[in-house]
């Protein structure tokens, strides 16, 4: 009777209980508002170019309440920056950016910086990220030169994004999919200070991937976005585009 439990039932009770294929199916992404949101697995959370007490629409979020261990700033504009220096110290996370934007930074006296320019990668404890290009322009909320500006491609063994910051489409991304094969993108939609809709989705077809959360978008007049038409644009194009209302927590 034991042995029978022993080499038939309790095998299936572990796989049950600690299901390794279930428990990396996921990543959790949190979207805090405009370029905001923070990506979460293997223990671990990364959270993406912090811009939330400024922002009317983010009223909701509790930014006392967010944690991270690394936190990864596309450029030096104020809509991707404005709350670094007291999310880094509030959660002791290692800020990852250009090296011109974590020099800014430190100044600013923020202590764990880690500055990197594109082509380059990093190591982090549940993954590897790599600093590629974006056409955007990169200053300083002072003024000051921020470097080049990037989007960021994170392996985790198990799943694989591409975040693009604020960039125009560019041929560059042709070259995404050949360090890998993405799981889902986070591509700025919101058109005038970035690329549009119309040419997110010609990104999503450059990078081959077609699980789209949409970033970027309705936080100022000049980028405000029709929900509907958009989404059926995506899904035309045989493309799924996430919007998550802020606040809110979807698995990816
Ligand atoms: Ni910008
Ligand atoms: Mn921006």
Redesign the pocket.
């Known amino acids: 009777m034991w042995e029978t439990f022993i080499y038939k039932a309790l095998p299936c009770v572990v796989y049950f209980c600690y299901d390794p294929l279930k428990m990396n199916a996921f990543m959790k992404l949190t979207y805090y508002g405009h370029s905001c949101f923070a990506i979460q697995w293997g223990g671990k959370k990364l959270l993406f170019d912090p811009f939330i007490r400024p922002n009317g629409l983010a009223k909701g979020v509790d930014v006392k309440g967010i944690e991270a261990d690394y936190i990864l700033v596309t450029?030096g504009?104020a809509?991707?920056i404005a709350d670094c220096k007291e999310l880094a110290e509030q959660t002791g996370a290692l800020v990852i950016s250009s090296f011109e934007v974590t020099q800014w930074l430190g100044k600013q006296g923020v202590k764990k910086v880690h500055g990197m320019n594109t082509g380059g990668k990093f190591k982090l404890d549940n993954g590897t990220v790599k600093c590629v290009v974006a056409h955007?322009?990169?200053s300083m909320p002072d003024g000051s030169y921020g470097g080049n500006?990037m989007g960021y491609v994170v392996t985790s063994g198990e799943k694989n994004f591409y975040y693009s910051g604020?960039t125009a489409l560019t041929m560059d991304m042709e070259l995404i999919p050949r360090w890998a094969k993405l799981d889902f993108a986070i591509l700025c939609i919101g058109d005038t200070?970035?690329m549009g809709y119309e040419d997110a989705i010609l990104a999503a077809k450059m990078i081959r991937c077609n699980t789209i959360v949409g970033v970027h978008y309705d936080t100022f007049e000049p980028i405000k976005i029709d929900h509907q038409k958009v989404k059926e644009a995506f899904s035309d194009a045989g493309i799924t585009l996430h919007l998550p209302p802020i606040g809110k927590t979807i698995e990816l």
């Open positions: 450029h504009h809509d991707h955007h322009s990169s500006p604020d200070f970035t």
